[in-house]
Structures are given as structure tokens and as C-alpha cells.
């Protein structure tokens, strides 16, 4: 039996999170049941809960820098595309039509985050 690995612990807890139990208890390597007991660990050991909730901040924000870069490269990669494209294929159309359809809500999610993290969206 191992003994108890909070930064351990804290990343498998991160991820169940982010893609659920089932694929964070295969990534550890554990159960959903050690998913549980560590969950009900948050509440009871304060110590471990602020690490956690440290992690989980620190996860967040390099996440978060790793969007921007790969936007970039799909945006160029989107350019170049388009300019060799044959603009009168009704599918280069289609495809150009979605393309700029998903970066309208790329957009507009950005700019919901982005009121979030000022706050307006905690009322």
C-alpha cells in the first residue's frame, strides 16, 4: 500500500475534473474509489485542500498558456490555406464557412472568460 502523495493525489483530482474519473483513475494508475476517498480527504484535511486548491490554480493558469500559441498556428495554418484554396469549390466554401463559424465562438468564449475572471460572471 503506498503511502498518501498529496502532489499525487492533487493531480489525479485536477484531472478527474477536467476529463472524469474513469480516464484520471487510469492516467494514475488507481481507482475511482482512491479518486473518492481522496475527494473526501479535501474535506477533511485542510492542509491537503489548500495544496490542492494551489495546484489546481497554478494547473489553471499554465493551461491557459498553452491556448494561445496553438490559436496562432491554426490561424496561420487557416491563411495559407485559404489563400491557395480554389474560392469558387462550393466545399472550400463550406469549410471556409465553418472555420470562421468556430473562431466566431473561439471569440465570444474568450470574451465571456474574460468577464469572468473580472468577476461579472460570480453574481
Do not use: C
Not at 3 to 17: G, K, S
Not at 49 to 75: G, N, R, T
Not at 79 to 107: C, G, H, Y
Request: net charge neutral; charged share 30%.
Amino acid at each position: 500500500m503506498r503511502t498518501f502523495d498529496p502532489e499525487r493525489a492533487a493531480m489525479a483530482l485536477i484531472d478527474a475534473q477536467m476529463m472524469g474519473d474513469k480516464k484520471a483513475a487510469d492516467k494514475w494508475h488507481v481507482t475511482s474509489r482512491t479518486l473518492a476517498n481522496w475527494r473526501k480527504r479535501l474535506s477533511e484535511d485542510s492542509i491537503f485542500a489548500v495544496y490542492f486548491q494551489k495546484k489546481k490554480e497554478i494547473w489553471e493558469k499554465e493551461w491557459a498558456k498553452s491556448i494561445p500559441p496553438v490559436i496562432h498556428a491554426a490561424l496561420e495554418f487557416l491563411l495559407e490555406a485559404f489563400a491557395q484554396a480554389d474560392r469558387t469549390d462550393p466545399q472550400v466554401i463550406q469549410a471556409v464557412n465553418k472555420a470562421l463559424s468556430t473562431l466566431v465562438e473561439v471569440e465570444i468564449t474568450k470574451q465571456v472568460i474574460d468577464l469572468r475572471f473580472q468577476g461579472y460572471g460570480d453574481r
